[in-house]
């Protein structure tokens, strides 16, 4: 009998673990961001000056915001494509690109900017409540924000942020 009873608590409590598990993963789906929805307020710092910035400072902007790292292969991938993204908007200041290391070495990343001779900003997110804000769930993981502040598009992984299409969409934002 003590031996059916051991197996009965452990039953149970194995499905209150699946349970917790399950209501926790059913949280954070809630807490993810969407396009459509307005974005979340952060702060972050710039690496090269220490400065802090607040993301409502960019009002009025269409917000180009890539989490990454420079030990992550697949941000790697894309990091060409993102540096002509900016080098393509550089004279619109309507259009401002966001590049957030996360969970990276600071001197590594711009160790790896500088040896691939990309000209790009660099903000640190140090407490990781921005990536946190965003319901970050990989690198690299992108959001463009329009002028008004509403998330416009959403993409996990690499991406070619230099396609005609891409050119053209935030060009239409721009012009909005």
């Not at 059913?26 to 307020?41: N, V």
């Not at 500088?114 to 790009?120: A, Q």
């Not at 407490?127 to 970050?136: I, P, Q, T, V």
């Not at 924000?145 to 959403?154: F, N, P, Y």
């Amino acid at each position: 009998m003590k031996g059916k009873s051991l197996i009965l608590i452990s039953l149970l409590f194995i499905g209150l673990l699946l349970i917790t598990y399950s209501l926790s993963r059913h949280d954070m789906k809630e807490k993810a961001i969407f396009e459509g929805l307005y974005a979340p307020e952060f702060e972050l710092e710039y690496a090269a000056s220490g400065k802090r910035m607040l993301s409502s400072e960019f009002k009025g902007k269409v917000l180009f915001i890539n989490f990454w790292a420079s030990w992550c292969s697949p941000c790697r991938e894309e990091m060409p494509s993102i540096d002509k993204l900016s080098k393509h908007f550089s004279t619109n200041q309507d259009f401002i690109l966001l590049p957030v290391l996360y969970r990276d070495s600071p001197q590594d990343a711009v160790n790896y900017l500088k040896e691939s001779g990309f000209n790009l900003p660099m903000l640190i997110d140090k407490d990781g409540k921005a990536a946190r804000s965003y319901g970050l769930r990989g690198i690299p993981e992108t959001y463009i924000m329009d002028k008004k502040g509403i998330i416009r598009k959403k993409v996990i992984g690499p991406y070619e942020w230099d396609s005609p299409d891409v050119l053209a969409f935030i060009a239409g934002l721009l012009k909005e």
